[in-house]
């Protein structure tokens, strides 16, 4: 195939391909923090850490009770999910009155044992996790072979980020949560039990970073950093898509991600950078963000 703007067609297809993954892991997490910032008003800084966790939990599954990716996927973000509604229960909900920098420093110290903790039970060394048999081999599709796995990586993203978008914009219980937000009184008054609807919330959000985790597992390795790679990265889309914007999340994890493949290809220098970049200048132009509310 010919080159496309001096560029070798294989090389920026790959590109593209490998920026569409890393946004589909950036529009799944930012979409979990976003769900919980906007609806709890809480910045979780533990959200890398709970990632980390849904990979580590596929990781034990499949190693101690022999039950593969397929289950780790409905269990995984389940067992996570449990964990981050004990851990709404026991300390995050005491601080939803309470400035921002509370909850920030509460989370990310809990991160910070949960990784710590992990660290000393399974090392820092990478383990593998393969691949199911059902999804491996690639896809012709005459400009390029796509790994069947990373195909299937960026569809489920895509389908969970339009049925969350969608279950909290145009169902029931969504416009409870966006009410619950704006005026809980007036909603308890109606018989709703807030408080449960809020810590379902958080255990939502975690279990969606722990299904991430289980989707990341066979691409990059099971270790105790992979989280904590990533959590910068994704608050930095989070905050140019808009604190809180479940749309501005997604599009802005997808197009990001694809931002980032390409500078990869044209200027590898700025790769690790050209997402702050774009923090700042929206952050100046626009400092709600793309899809925030000022």
């Given at each position: 195939?010919?080159?496309?703007?001096?560029?070798?067609?294989?090389?920026?297809?790959?590109?593209?391909?490998?920026?569409?993954?890393?946004?589909?892991?950036?529009?799944?997490?930012?979409?979990?923090l976003a769900v919980i910032f906007g609806m709890l008003n809480v910045i979780n800084f533990t959200h890398g850490a709970q990632f980390m966790l849904g990979a580590f939990v596929a990781w034990l599954l499949l190693n101690f009770l022999g039950l593969?990716?397929?289950?780790?996927?409905?269990?995984?973000?389940?067992?996570?999910?449990?964990?981050?509604?004990?851990?709404?229960?026991?300390?995050?909900?005491?601080?939803?009155?309470?400035?921002?920098?509370?909850?920030?420093?509460?989370?990310?110290?809990?991160?910070?044992?949960?990784?710590?903790?992990?660290?000393?039970?399974?090392?820092?060394?990478?383990?593998?996790?393969?691949?199911?048999?059902?999804?491996?081999?690639?896809?012709?599709?005459?400009?390029?072979?796509?790994?069947?796995?990373?195909?299937?990586?960026?569809?489920?993203?895509?389908?969970?980020?339009?049925?969350?978008?969608?279950?909290?914009?145009?169902?029931?219980?969504?416009?409870?949560?966006?009410?619950?937000?704006?005026?809980?009184?007036?909603?308890?008054?109606?018989?709703?039990?807030?408080?449960?609807?809020?810590?379902?919330?958080?255990?939502?959000?975690?279990?969606?970073?722990?299904?991430?985790?289980?989707?990341?597992?066979?691409?990059?390795?099971?270790?105790?950093?992979?989280?904590?790679?990533?959590?910068?990265?994704?608050?930095?889309?989070?905050?140019?898509?808009?604190?809180?914007?479940?749309?501005?999340?997604?599009?802005?994890?997808?197009?990001?991600?694809?931002?980032?493949?390409?500078?990869?290809?044209?200027?590898?220098?700025?790769?690790?950078?050209?997402?702050?970049?774009?923090?700042?200048?929206?952050?100046?132009?626009?400092?709600?963000?793309?899809?925030?509310?000022?």
């Amino acid at each position: 195939m010919d080159d496309i703007f001096g560029i070798p067609a294989p090389l920026l297809f790959g590109q593209l391909l490998l920026g569409l993954i890393n946004g589909a892991f950036y529009a799944l997490l930012s979409l979990g923090l976003a769900v919980i910032f906007g609806m709890l008003n809480v910045i979780n800084f533990t959200h890398g850490a709970q990632f980390m966790l849904g990979a580590f939990v596929a990781w034990l599954l499949l190693n101690f009770l022999g039950l593969g990716y397929w289950w780790a996927l409905l269990l995984a973000p389940l067992l996570v999910g449990a964990f981050g509604v004990l851990l709404e229960k026991t300390m995050i909900s005491r601080l939803y009155k309470l400035d921002h920098l509370y909850g920030l420093l509460l989370t990310f110290g809990v991160g910070l044992i949960i990784e710590g903790l992990v660290r000393n039970e399974f090392g820092s060394s990478g383990l593998p996790y393969r691949i199911p048999a059902e999804l491996t081999g690639a896809w012709d599709l005459g400009f390029m072979f796509m790994p069947v796995y990373r195909g299937w990586v960026v569809i489920v993203a895509l389908v969970a980020c339009i049925a969350t978008w969608l279950a909290i914009e145009k169902t029931k219980i969504g416009s409870y949560l966006r009410a619950a937000t704006e005026n809980p009184a007036l909603v308890q008054a109606f018989g709703i039990n807030v408080p449960r609807m809020m810590t379902l919330t958080y255990g939502a959000g975690v279990a969606l970073a722990a299904f991430a985790g289980v989707l990341a597992a066979p691409i990059y390795s099971v270790n105790p950093q992979m989280g904590s790679n990533l959590i910068i990265i994704v608050f930095a889309v989070v905050v140019i898509g808009g604190m809180g914007s479940i749309l501005g999340s997604v599009v802005t994890g997808f197009g990001l991600g694809i931002i980032e493949g390409l500078t990869k290809v044209f200027y590898p220098e700025a790769s690790a950078t050209v997402i702050f970049v774009v923090m700042a200048i929206v952050l100046l132009t626009r400092p709600a963000g793309l899809f925030g509310r000022a």
